[in-house]
């Protein structure tokens, strides 16, 4: 077969194994991942249908360069800044010890000698990144605060890879000479100095002058030659590809392209995505695998113990709680991509056997296969019904409307405030609503709106408006209170509860109330009248005069209490007065329908 047809033939065999394990995997619970590495098995190892596994794993490199482009568009400089503790920190902290733990458990086991050892503890210390942050943006957990944290320590590990190849020439005792490791690292150094230059003054001009020519696939060529480029420039200068892309992606966080770029990148970012995770199931040897099944066996739950609990022990130390511990304690015990060049690199220079450095590769794509599932049992560990937490990043806020809580109601209000060309400052405490809106391309703020350093922090000084549409009364009542008392000038339109809300809050004096069933109730009974018979406009006057009865009843309430204005309930449907005086008295009760229910009259 010649080589284009076997070209086209193999990236069939890839598309059509992604294509099929992907749902079923999916549909299962099991992860798109764990998908791709199986499809990968089944087409390489087991049925040989591509032989050439780690030819494609370079080429589906790609996918993992994309992937960080990307998360560096979502990271701006001084968001970047602000990670610089866990990066620098926890990150060293992280690869540091559980290095040498790691290399104590190879050392002990008597398969290496301490060379062998180092490279081999270090090694396997590395965790995948592409691997780790496809389960956290599968699992819509990117920026929440573990896999902030996580991508942290996945950051440093993708900057450690200068010294841990300097570290294999050093044991080696090669003829570089004593300067080369610093020369190493200088070179390092200047390519990322020379990818923050370029990337501040040349990214954001080079896409405005195509912009202006209006050509399209230009666009997405010049995004594509921006992130391989800057992938490539790393690769020369002895650092990971993907460190390149996300510190393009970084520079151009800011720039007015980011979402036009983000756009253009995603369909080649989820196919060499998946190809990338094919291709390590093309790379498993089972040979390699059968030949020492037992030393496997015991070697992959060991070394991903050991990981799991160096990480959760950093994590706790460094102020995690529990819940966000675990998580990152399972989500980074796995071997790393890097590690592949590694052990292949001292297996080259002699410091271990290539038949063990097969063996450590066998050992990391095995333990990347079990990440997924170690990931999916983590949740068994989490105490209680921890409220999960974002990172606060309010940079950019500031708008004339500030909105606290984005529930139901304040969702619809702010469609109407959006269409009216108005911008809104939307801040909410809950997760999992931050993830649902931001996939429909709102910006919510994460924050607690009965703090005053969050309210601040979200602009209420500049604020003309402060909305309420919190969910739970209590809540409600403490942000009117807390803006009340250090923001007196300020405006509240607040979202109540139910009638006795309602009165309560009028009476602490908010600028404007409204129940959260007022108008939704007058709609539903207006077009069941309508349903029956009546007409529109008459269905729309009966509403309208209900809505007159209901604010008259809460004016009188506010200054009388809950029971005044009971007679301006309908308890009957209307009737024409009668021709006739009536024969005998009303019954008492028959024009106070709620006389002895003050609860039906508080939900009214």
């Not at 360069?65 to 990670?83: A, D, H, Y």
């Not at 390699?288 to 994590?315: E, T």
């Not at 649902?436 to 408006?465: E, H, M, N, P, T």
């Amino acid at each position: 077969m010649s080589a284009p047809n076997a070209l086209f033939s193999e990236t069939i065999l890839l598309l059509g194994g992604a294509v099929v394990a992907a749902p079923i995997f999916k549909k299962l619970g099991l992860g798109t991942v764990l998908g791709y590495l199986a499809a990968g098995i089944v087409i390489g190892p087991v049925f040989h249908g591509i032989t050439d596994g780690e030819q494609i794993l370079n080429v589906a490199e790609l996918g993992v360069v994309f992937l960080l482009f990307i998360i560096g568009l979502e990271l701006k400089p001084t968001r970047l800044w602000q990670m610089r503790r866990d990066i620098f920190g926890l990150g060293t902290a992280q690869v540091v010890v559980t290095g040498l733990a790691l290399t104590a458990l190879a050392w002990f086991s008597q398969v290496l000698d301490w060379r062998g050892s180092i490279v081999a503890g270090f090694g396997l210390a590395l965790s995948s990144t592409a691997f780790a942050m496809q389960i956290l943006e599968g699992d819509g957990d990117v920026n929440t605060r573990y896999g902030q944290r996580s991508f942290s320590m996945l950051l440093f590990q993708d900057l450690a890879i200068v010294p841990l190849l300097a570290l294999i020439t050093i044991l080696d005792g090669g003829d570089k000479g004593n300067n080369a490791p610093l020369f190493d690292f200088a070179v390092a150094v200047g390519a990322v100095a020379a990818m923050i230059v370029m990337g501040r003054y040349l990214l954001t001009p080079l896409f405005q002058i195509i912009a202006r020519t209006g050509a399209r696939e230009a666009m997405i060529a010049a995004a594509l030659f921006v992130v391989m480029g800057s992938a490539s420039l790393m690769q020369l200068a002895g650092l990971s590809m993907a460190m390149g892309a996300f510190l393009s992606g970084v520079m151009l966080a800011e720039s007015s392209y980011r979402h036009e770029l983000e756009a253009d990148i995603e369909p080649f970012r989820g196919v060499l995505l998946a190809i990338f995770f094919i291709a390590v199931g093309l790379s498993l040897e089972l040979d390699v695998l059968a030949d020492n099944a037992l030393f496997v066996i015991v070697a992959v739950p060991i070394i991903m113990a050991v990981k799991a609990i160096v990480i959760y022990g950093l994590c706790r130390i460094s102020g995690s709680p529990h819940n966000d511990a675990i998580r990152i304690a399972f989500l980074l015990p796995q071997g790393g991509e890097f590690g592949f060049v590694l052990f292949t690199a001292a297996g080259a220079v002699g410091l271990m056997s290539t038949s063990t450095a097969s063996l450590l590769i066998a050992i990391v794509t095995l333990s990347m296969a079990l990440t997924p599932i170690g990931a999916a049992l983590s949740k068994r560990l989490l105490r209680g019904d921890e409220q999960e937490e974002l990172d606060e990043d309010f940079e950019g806020a500031g708008a004339d409307v500030l909105m606290v809580g984005f529930s139901r109601f304040g969702q619809i209000a702010a469609q109407i405030l959006l269409a009216g060309g108005r911008s809104v400052t939307v801040i909410d405490f809950s997760a999992d609503r931050i993830r649902q809106a931001s996939s429909f391309g709102f910006r919510i703020y994460f924050g607690d709106g009965a703090r005053k350093d969050v309210l601040r922090s979200a602009g209420i000084d500049r604020a003309k408006i402060v909305l309420v549409c919190t969910q739970k009364k209590e809540v409600t009542d403490k942000v009117v209170e807390l803006v009340q008392a250090d923001y007196p000038h300020t405006r509240l339109y607040v979202r109540s509860y139910d009638r006795i809300h309602s009165i309560e809050l009028r009476n602490k004096g908010v600028d404007y109330e409204l129940r959260e069933t007022l108008e939704s109730g007058l709609l539903f009974g207006r077009r069941t009248l309508e349903a029956l018979g009546v007409s529109e406009v008459a269905a729309y006057e009966i509403g309208e005069d209900i809505r007159k009865r209901d604010e008259a009843r809460l004016v009188l309430q506010v200054s009388e209490g809950l029971q005044a204005g009971r007679d301006m309930l309908f308890s009957h449907p209307v009737r024409p007065e009668p021709l006739v005086k009536p024969k005998r008295a009303a019954d008492p009760f028959e024009d106070d329908p709620l006389a002895g229910t003050a609860d039906a009259a508080a939900d009214a």
